[in-house]
């Protein structure tokens, strides 16, 4: 439950940064964003309301895909392993980069550039193996807390997204991310907030 805690809410706010800088840097992802949560007509969201929120979800997976909160993700190999002619004996630790296998040219389209829709029905690329996309981790190590994180982060920007517009204060800002402890913007990611 620590672990929940305390990891939980590091992570959570490291994807709400890295949504908020999407949404201020592509304007009409962020205008698809509001549309959709307004659609409810609602000033709080039910449970329901999250689960259908579709493209919020599509834009959070994206978010993760290209600054997700895990960098790194430590293992041990159960076993040994030959690995392109190098052997990795078991009990070695290894470590897993989310941030590498979530831009392979081999399996994503366009790797480098910002596409919710890649997570759409119609698409899935992150369907084409079972770790390519692995914000949360996978397997039996899979984060109990990805559920909720993105419950938050859809309450967030409901509350957030019906009352302000979000944009960069320079067009041309690119987010730098610093990644120990875990990733986060290294300037504070300066936002203009503007009433609706």
């Known amino acids: 439950m620590l672990g929940l805690m305390s990891a939980a809410h590091e992570t959570t706010t490291s994807a709400i940064v890295a949504m908020a800088y999407a ?3 592509y304007p009409l992802v962020q205008e698809r964003v509001r549309a959709e949560m307004v659609s409810f007509g609602k000033e709080t969201p039910a449970y329901e309301d999250l689960e259908a929120m579709s493209y919020t979800s599509q834009v959070f997976q994206e978010c993760l895909r290209l600054w ?3 960098h790194t993700m430590p293992r041990k190999a159960i076993r040994d392993v030959d690995y392109k002619g190098h052997t990795i004996p078991a009990g070695a630790m290894v ?3 989310p ?6 040219p081999e399996f994503w389209e366009q790797p480098e550039h910002f596409d919710p829709d890649r997570f759409a029905a119609e698409r899935k690329e992150h369907r084409q193996h079972r770790h390519l996309y692995m914000p949360f981790g996978g397997g039996a190590h899979k984060c ?3 559920h909720l994180a993105e419950m938050q982060l859809k309450v967030f920007f409901f509350n957030l997204l019906r009352r302000y517009r979000l944009a960069l204060p320079d067009p041309d800002y690119v ?3 610093k990644y120990v402890p875990v990733p986060e913007s290294a300037d504070g990611l300066p936002l203009l907030l503007t009433p609706l």
């Open 23 to 25: 949404l201020a840097k």
């Open 68 to 70: 997700g909160s895990s």
């Open 95 to 97: 470590f897993i980069s």
């Open 99 to 104: 941030s590498f296998v979530h831009v392979m």
């Open 144 to 146: 109990i807390g990805m």
């Open 175 to 177: 987010m730098k991310t």
